[in-house]
């Protein structure tokens, strides 16, 4: 029989269960499914498997999986549960992470916050990736709640809607006939946001693989972007969601940067039944 050792964490509710671990298995979407059961399984939004990375400059190279099985090239709030893990295991306050496509540089901030670099956000359809005949990263959309939206790139697909008011079951409504569309061929992240002031705004997201969550720390990342580009934000603003609340600092160079707390919920071991 084999066993596993994971962590369970979140980040502003947005949910983990993080495996240090080379097995195989991990990378069955089945298996995914598995885990990611809230009712028959440990339950998260995402799993996270980390391992060491061949890269002598990085700490550790991160796998994050969505819990239908499908991958997401990054998670902000699960990169801040590893901080805050992999800080007090390396003995360090600064950590370099490999993922499949980038390096992400992650800070201890001290008082229980954690800053993530989330890089330099991309706007052209190539790399977002988006199928726009006109090269246009703003959709318009005939639906009954989201009308004009925003794509970009920030280490995974995002789309922004400005509303008056927040409402979950619209955005679920709507993402989904979006997602029908077929504009996006890796899927997309999909943000409404009410803008409070020039420092507070307040969003919801509907994430690709999981449907509306708690939290998206890249979805914060993302709409505070598309309102500075709109200039209805300065260059840091609070995020809150249903989770809590995330800062985000967008620097001199356009590097965009999250700062928030992550939180352990439990350790475990998982067996492996029969190959199962």
């Known amino acids: 029989m084999k066993s596993l050792n994971f962590i369970k964490m979140h980040g502003l509710g947005n949910d983990f269960v993080i495996f240090n671990s080379t097995e195989k298995k991990l990378h069955d979407p089945k298996f995914i499914k598995k885990i990611s059961d809230r009712k028959t399984g440990i339950g998260c939004d ?6 060491n990375s061949d890269t002598e400059y990085c700490d550790i ?33 600064h950590l370099v992470i490999e993922t499949d496509k980038r390096l992400i540089d ?3 901030y001290g008082n229980g916050n954690i800053c993530v670099d989330m890089g330099k956000p991309k706007y052209d359809c190539n790399s977002i990736p988006l199928t726009s005949k006109n090269n246009n990263n703003t959709i318009s959309f005939d639906l009954e709640y989201l009308k004009i939206g925003y794509a970009l790139n920030v280490g995974n697909p995002h789309l922004v809607f400005f509303v008056e008011q927040l409402n979950k079951n ?4 709507n993402s989904q006939e979006i997602e029908n569309l077929e504009f996006f061929p890796e899927g ?9 002031n020039k420092q507070l705004v307040k969003i919801m997201t509907h994430e690709r693989g999981v449907g509306v969550t708690q939290a998206c720390g890249s979805a914060a990342c993302a709409s505070v972007l598309i309102a500075k580009e709109k200039d209805h934000v300065t260059d840091k603003v609070c995020v809150e969601m249903t989770g809590g609340k995330l800062n985000i600092e967008i620097t001199s160079d356009n590097n965009v940067l999250m700062i928030g707390t992550a939180k352990k919920v439990f350790e475990g071991i998982m067996d492996i039944k029969n190959g199962k």
Not at 188 to 196: H, L, P
């Open 46 to 51: 995402l799993v996270v498997i980390t391992k």
């Open 61 to 93: 190279h991160a796998k994050f999986i969505n819990s239908d099985g499908t991958t997401a090239e990054v998670c902000g709030n699960a990169l801040r549960c590893l901080g805050k893990e992999f800080f007090k295991l390396k003995q360090k306050k």
């Open 106 to 108: 992650i800070e201890d």
């Open 170 to 173: 619209l955005l679920e409504k």
């Open 188 to 196: 997309v992240n999909i943000s409404i946001v009410k803008i409070i």
